[in-house]
């Protein structure tokens, strides 16, 4: 059965801190994404990775960054959290073939304080 | 990034109905996908759909992929209370994926 874990469900931060969000996918995928759900804006790409230490900016990378060390390892980084950064993240990953599908985490709720 | 046009945004059925809603997109996919997700949770793959034309069913749940490959509708049929929730079409292709701005399903026991 896939799986993909997001290491925390809720996280609350507060302003200026430093926040690490994991996501661990066990299905051997090549491709791993992060996104955020917001009401009335749907899910936006923040970064991708096609390959270890492989990075792509998406649609809205500012504020954030990313790490791939391993293949199954995809960490979403805020520098200096705001609390515009309060938000659902969502973790997927997929494989990297011409037809394929998305699977999701179960999503981190962080809210910036 | 391309969002989808899905419709209907929301939509309040009686248990038992059946539920259409669609997905357009101004470009081609190579695959069409049907997401559900709950309040506080990650999106569900429902059903994956790979070639125009096919259609594809899951228990209660059929989809189709449009032959012009920029669309895609999904169904369900004899609705439940476990049925609510938000749904959501993707497009996927090179290796990324479109997102539907999704509909919200309530059924009324």
């Known amino acids: 059965d896939v799986k993909v874990t997001q290491s925390s469900r809720y996280l609350v931060k507060r302003t200026g801190e430093k926040v690490f969000l994991e996501c661990v996918q066990d299905m051997d995928h090549e491709n791993m994404f992060w996104y955020r759900q917001d009401p009335g804006l749907g899910l936006r790409l923040i970064y991708f990775?096609?390959?270890?230490?492989?990075?792509e900016k998406g649609d809205i990378p500012e504020g954030y960054s990313v790490s791939r060390e391993k293949k199954e390892r995809f960490s979403l980084i805020l520098e200096s959290a705001s609390t515009n950064q309060t938000s659902m993240y969502l973790c997927?990953?997929?494989?990297?073939?011409?037809?394929?599908?998305?699977?999701f985490g179960q999503g981190t709720r962080l809210t910036v304080v | 990034g391309q969002q989808l046009n899905q419709s209907p945004q929301s939509m309040f059925i009686q248990e038992g109905e059946d539920v259409s809603m669609n997905c357009t997109s101004s470009s081609i996919f190579n695959t069409w996908l049907w997401y559900k997700q709950d309040p506080g949770e990650g999106p569900v793959l429902l059903i994956a759909l790979y070639k125009a034309g096919e259609l594809t069913s899951n228990g209660r749940l059929t989809a189709q992929f449009g032959i012009t490959r920029k669309d895609s509708f999904l169904n369900i049929s004899a609705s439940i209370p476990s049925d609510v929730g938000i749904y959501f079409c993707?497009?996927?292709?090179?290796?990324?994926?479109?997102f539907g701005t999704g509909t919200s399903l309530t059924v009324i026991p």
């Open positions: 997927a990953s997929s494989l990297w073939v011409p037809e394929t599908e998305a699977f």
């Open positions: 993707a497009g996927q292709s090179s290796n990324q994926f479109y």
């Open positions: 990775s096609y390959d270890v230490k492989m990075k």
